[in-house]
């Protein structure tokens, strides 16, 4: 590969990767989801970058960006974000919550709280057994309780139809658990009678 930066993309369209991208990329665990992301450190800070797509045709970076933006002004604990463009692409840059000084906190996700398995069992998962696991296992039910019926409300307002068991999480210290910054909101267009 010539030491000019290579401009056009190669993973979507499915092109061979230089060994050198192919070595980084392989060893590494998913970080999930449908959307093109990628595990990045700058320092201590760590994050989750999610790019746009050239398939796209709604602008899900930043869209997200905004609602999570709003958000965290509405009041909502919610992952820092940052908006960039790259190359002539968007990417949405997520503080990832789960490292504190180059450690990782321990985490599960509402699906693990509920007892339900992602691909057999997860879309049984309900706010209501949430909320019922958070009255008994959090360690401070009423404001948790609180912030999950804010949560769901402006998902509601801001049409996140992914509001899902995994975009829902609790952090676990051996004894209690904690409810995890927002995460995930992504609004969707409307339409049909699913929304």
Known sequence: MSSRARTEPIVE????????????LLPGTSVGGARPK???????????????????DFPFVQSEFVAMTLAAHAGLDVA?????????????????????????????????MLGLDAFLSGRYATCFGLADVMRHRF??????????????????????????????????DGRTLTLTPGYDISPQRRSGGTA
Request: proline content about 4%; aromatic content about 8%.
């Open 80 to 112: 820092a974000v940052e908006y960039r463009e790259v190359m002539g692409r968007h990417a949405l840059l997520a503080d990832r919550f789960d490292r504190v000084h180059g450690s990782l906190r321990q985490m599960v996700s509402a699906l693990t």
């Open 139 to 172: 360690d401070n039910p009423d404001a948790t309780l609180r912030e999950l019926f804010s949560r769901i409300v402006f998902n509601v307002l801001c049409s996140n139809t992914d509001d899902h068991g995994k975009n829902h999480a609790a952090f676990w």
């Open 13 to 24: 369209p499915g092109a061979p990767l230089p060994d050198t991208l192919a070595k980084a």
């Open 38 to 56: 990628a595990w990045l450190s700058d320092g201590d800070r760590h994050l989750i970058a999610k790019f746009s797509s050239g398939s796209d």
